[in-house]
């Protein structure tokens, strides 16, 4: 049973585009949301964060929404660069688990210059 | 400091054979976690520790699979004896402890090719 699911294994968009990924997740206990960026044979990096209490956090080109009656989360990346070209991870954690986090299957985005 | 630090980055073992994966995490943090990458199951967690006590191992495959943190600078999964289906990355991370503080930092993981 997937608690955070990322639904789009994949996705492509064009360099100076929005790239857009999506993540829903089942467990209300959960209060805080994170997103990890992760390259061929290196280990996840924390990329940004929302916490339960907003429903949007801008960091540069990078915003994360959420939207809690959905139990939805996006990314967006604008403008992409062929650089962000990645698998993306969406996690989350509630505080009655300790620092756990619970991983999504993670999207590869692929930025094409 | 380093980062998280893992050993060895690769891994080929026969299927029998006893592995021993190792993690160094960063000093001060407070939790330390295993999760292991698959194309099927992406990341999923393994176990983690609280200041060195095992607090949940629900996600250890089977009993082969067994983690130990003797101190607050050092970590080990083992299996044994491994299996073809345990192949997969397996990365270890650690976080501080903190309101607020849920980043996790991993380590670069050591891929487990077990044939």
């Known amino acids: ?113 | 400091d380093a980062g998280v630090i893992q050993s060895p980055r690769h891994e080929v073992t026969e299927m029998g054979q006893e592995v021993t994966l190792r993690c160094k995490p960063i000093s001060g943090h407070d939790y330390l976690f295993w999760y292991r990458q698959t194309m099927m199951r992406g990341l999923e967690l393994l176990i983690y520790f609280n200041n060195n006590v095992p607090i949940d191992d629900s996600g250890m495959p089977e009993d082969r699979f067994s983690a130990k943190m003797p101190n607050a600078s050092f970590s080990t999964l083992k299996i044994q004896p491994s299996e073809p289906r345990d192949s997969a990355v397996y990365f270890c991370a650690s976080s501080p402890w903190g309101v607020g503080k849920a980043e996790a930092f991993f380590g670069q993981g050591t891929r487990l090719t077990v044939v």
């Open chain 1, 1 to 113: 049973d997937q608690q955070v699911k990322q639904n789009s294994p994949s996705l492509s968009v064009q360099e100076g585009r929005i790239s857009i990924l999506n993540c829903d997740y089942t467990n209300s206990m959960f209060d805080y949301f994170l997103w990890y960026k992760k390259y061929p044979a290196e280990g996840p990096t924390f990329l940004i964060s929302i916490s339960s209490i907003k429903d949007k956090n801008e960091d540069g080109r990078f915003t994360v929404f959420l939207n809690k009656s959905a139990k939805h989360l996006s990314l967006h990346i604008v403008p992409s660069q062929p650089g962000d070209s990645a698998v993306y991870f969406c996690a989350a954690k509630s505080d009655n688990a300790g620092n756990m986090l619970t991983f999504g299957g993670g999207t590869r985005l692929m930025v094409k210059p």
